[in-house]
């Protein structure tokens, strides 16, 4: 009786060992864990904020942030172009010729202040739930909903058709080498990046400019996805304003002129 009295005690014993290692294995496995993702993430941070690093971010929030660094270096070269000029119209040896021609080419060029009559034409999303408003046509699907590249160049062409002396997309003037961009719904004008309303600006003769946009078949069939879908359209009289002169680089990057 002894013996079987004792059997239950001597055989419990290593059960409860058995029972015990593998937590004790888990507990160092989270510690072990733990201490990797402490390395890691010390090798990874190298002394730097995490929660705050840049190439953590949002890629909108970085696109938004490199949009905003180029505008401040428009602005910063306008400045120093404009220093320039100013002291080589010191004494730079040109005839009176000579500057009213590099003063035309200047102006035909885009890089000069331009003020005249003009009117605006503005393009907008459509709204999100927006459905069909006349019979025999299909429920939008997304891609109808949204300005599209195509939809601002067609503007864009129809303005200089129309005698543009001058062209602004939302607060950049428009050179021969500037290239309207769409990705998704957004606008890459000239290393910037803006969202809808778009709105573009032309000095020139209003008649003539309103009759150039009506005569153009993009834009009339934009306008029935406006008239059934609901796109933005509106097209102003803006008076006298001043479009600004182009401040970016002019120097080609891809392209050599020919010899």
Not at 173 to 179: G, K, P
Not at 190 to 198: E, M
Not at 211 to 216: G, H, V
């Amino acid at each position: 009786m002894s013996n079987s009295a004792d059997s239950p005690g001597t055989g419990s014993s290593p059960a409860r060992r058995r029972g015990f290692r593998p937590v004790r294995v888990l507990t160092v496995g989270v510690f072990a864990l733990a201490g990797l993702l402490f390395v890691t993430s010390f090798n990874t941070a190298k002394g730097t904020n995490i929660r705050t690093d840049t190439s953590l971010l949002k890629l909108s929030d970085l696109i938004q942030e490199r949009s905003r660094k180029n505008g401040e270096l428009d602005e910063s070269n306008a400045r120093v172009r404009h220093d320039i000029e100013s002291l080589a119209e010191r004494d730079d040896g040109s005839t009176k010729a000579e500057d009213a021609k590099l003063a035309a080419l200047e102006k035909n060029a885009g890089t000069q202040e331009l003020r005249g009559k003009a009117i605006s034409v503005t393009l907008n999303d459509a709204p999100p739930n927006a459905t069909a408003k006349l019979p025999g046509y299909p429920e939008p699907q997304p891609d109808y909903l949204v300005i599209h590249q195509q939809d601002l160049q067609a503007v864009v062409n129809a303005l200089w058709q129309g005698g543009a002396q001058g062209i602004k997309v939302m607060d950049q003037r428009l050179i021969s080498t500037s290239a309207v961009r769409c990705v998704g719904n957004t606008l890459i004008l000239q290393g910037r990046v803006y969202s809808p309303p778009y709105k573009i600006t032309a000095v020139g003769d209003p008649e003539k400019l309103r009759k150039a946009l009506t005569a153009s078949p993009a834009i009339q069939n934009y306008m029935v996805y406006v008239n059934v879908y609901g796109l933005g359209w509106k097209v102003e009289e803006d008076g006298r304003v001043t479009l600004p002169g182009y401040s970016g680089t002019v120097d080609l990057q891809y392209a050599k002129p020919v010899e």
